[in-house]
């Protein structure tokens, strides 16, 4: 009797955990319909107007896939009507040759407001020195390569460390070459 007793509490937790997994997946399986039913559908929403629920666009308007014959002036033509933002794309993307881009790649496209900003930040003569800044991370910003911190040295005549490192100060006004 206990034999039979055994089996049968065996076979009745083997039944409840199948039970429990097989609900498991009935509940994955119709998330999984439903979410597939109603992609692309639009929404109505308070004021009348409709939108696409997927965010898929609005991920793919910050992106630009290159193609043939495109070279980083006519893309910055395209978004925002003016040759000149092609060195905010290059930052963007961190390509280092902008006459060098490759078919397929993706570039990230800023909105027209952070592109504006890059390029006043990059179009700069003069740099307001924060607390912690250095030649190496001003250089950075001004150029995006930081190995050209000799240059801002050279044009503002900064004194040096023992160390040998140039001396720059905290809010002071430094000359930017461009």
């Given at each position: 009797?206990?034999?039979?007793?055994?089996?049968?509490?065996?076979?009745?937790?083997?039944?409840?955990?199948?039970?429990?997994?097989?609900?498991?997946?009935?509940?994955?399986?119709?998330?999984?319909?439903?979410?597939?039913?109603?992609?692309?559908?639009?929404?109505?929403?308070?004021?009348g107007a409709s939108t696409?629920?997927?965010?898929?666009?609005?991920?793919?308007?910050?992106?630009?896939?290159?193609?043939?014959?495109?070279?980083?002036?006519?893309?910055?033509?395209?978004?925002?009507?003016?040759?000149?933002?092609?060195?905010?794309?290059?930052?963007?993307?961190?390509?280092?040759?902008?006459?060098?881009?490759?078919?397929?790649?993706?570039?990230?496209?800023?909105?027209?407001?952070?592109?504006?900003?890059m390029r006043d930040e990059m179009t700069q003569t003069?740099?307001?020195?924060?607390?912690?800044?250095?030649?190496?991370?001003?250089?950075?910003?001004?150029?995006?390569?930081?190995?050209?911190?000799?240059?801002?040295?050279?044009?503002?005549?900064?004194?040096?460390?023992?160390?040998?490192?140039?001396?720059?100060?905290?809010?002071?006004?430094?000359?930017?070459?461009?």
């Amino acid at each position: 009797m206990t034999k039979k007793k055994t089996n049968f509490l065996a076979n009745w937790q083997e039944n409840w955990a199948g039970l429990v997994v097989g609900a498991i997946v009935v509940v994955i399986i119709a998330l999984l319909v439903v979410n597939f039913i109603n992609r692309g559908k639009e929404e109505q929403i308070d004021n009348g107007a409709s939108t696409d629920i997927t965010t898929s666009q609005e991920e793919k308007s910050n992106q630009y896939k290159i193609v043939a014959g495109d070279s980083l002036s006519k893309i910055a033509q395209n978004y925002y009507q003016d040759e000149s933002y092609w060195i905010v794309l290059a930052r963007a993307n961190n390509i280092l040759n902008p006459n060098v881009i490759y078919v397929d790649t993706n570039l990230q496209i800023p909105s027209k407001e952070d592109a504006g900003k890059m390029r006043d930040e990059m179009t700069q003569t003069t740099y307001k020195v924060a607390q912690g800044d250095t030649l190496f991370t001003i250089a950075e910003k001004m150029y995006g390569d930081g190995s050209r911190w000799a240059i801002i040295s050279k044009a503002n005549n900064l004194g040096r460390l023992p160390n040998g490192n140039p001396l720059v100060f905290a809010d002071s006004t430094i000359r930017i070459p461009r």
